[in-house]
């Protein structure tokens, strides 16, 4: 399997789920803005939408959006545990989440993440919906659960978990939504998120002592 990603974007969130398979990949960075992987393949051959993430299968097949990986890994190896099984409230509740994480939280980042910066008027209207947004996140987790689903790790976890990460990128302090700055604490403290973290060299090598 071959994932193309860019460091520390969403893509990311398929790595950790890689990783908690203990699955076998290549990772391939994108330059998105270039249209080229980084030993100058022209991206858009692989991808046509341009974006990351991908999964190139051992078949050939390519795979995009992350709601659609996430649960392919989960489903395909179901021995993990990673997604509830289908047909039940419980992978309707996962399938929730994903949608949320994707089309509310993720696109909400998005203005900080264009390129270029924000008007301070654009900026407040950007804040204010991503403050909405992360407040939904708060009110999921304020029963005091581990995981977004309740008390076990799911996909849906790794995609939510990178997605909250960004906070850090863009200065936004989570303080003011407790439950979520345990939650990203929680999950960036996993063995798989955080081996994901230091291959997108978004933490340093951990020495030993
Ligand atoms: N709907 C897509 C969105 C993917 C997406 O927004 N990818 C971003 C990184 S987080 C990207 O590659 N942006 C660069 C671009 O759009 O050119 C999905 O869920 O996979």
Not at 24 to 33: G, I, L, W
Not at 171 to 189: C, D, F, K, Q, S
Request: glycine share 8%.
């Amino acid at each position: 399997m071959r994932l193309y990603f860019k460091p520390g974007a969403c893509s990311m969130s398929s790595r950790i789920v890689l990783i908690e398979l203990d699955l076998a990949f290549d990772a391939v960075k994108v330059d998105t803005d270039r249209g080229v992987t980084e030993s100058g393949r022209d991206y858009r051959a692989i991808n046509p939408k341009g974006y990351v993430p991908a999964l190139e299968l051992a078949d050939g097949a390519v795979l995009t959006e992350n709601p659609a990986i996430l649960q392919f890994l989960a489903d395909t190896h179901p021995e993990a545990g990673l997604a509830p099984a289908h047909g039940t409230l419980e992978r309707a509740r996962l399938q929730e989440w994903l949608n949320f994480t994707s089309s509310e939280l993720h696109k909400a980042f998005g203005p900080y993440f264009r390129g270029q910066p924000l008007e301070e008027a654009e900026k407040e209207q950007v804040d204010i919906r991503l403050a909405r947004r992360i407040g939904d996140v708060e009110h999921g987790l304020s029963d005091g659960r581990d995981f977004i689903l309740g008390n076990r790790f799911t996909v849906a976890d790794a995609y939510l978990f990178v997605v909250l990460n960004w906070s850090s990128f863009i200065g936004l302090n989570l303080e003011r939504w407790p439950y979520v700055a345990a939650y990203v604490t929680r999950i960036a403290a996993r063995p798989s998120a955080r081996q994901a973290m230091r291959q997108e060299g978004l933490v340093a090598d951990e020495v030993a002592a």
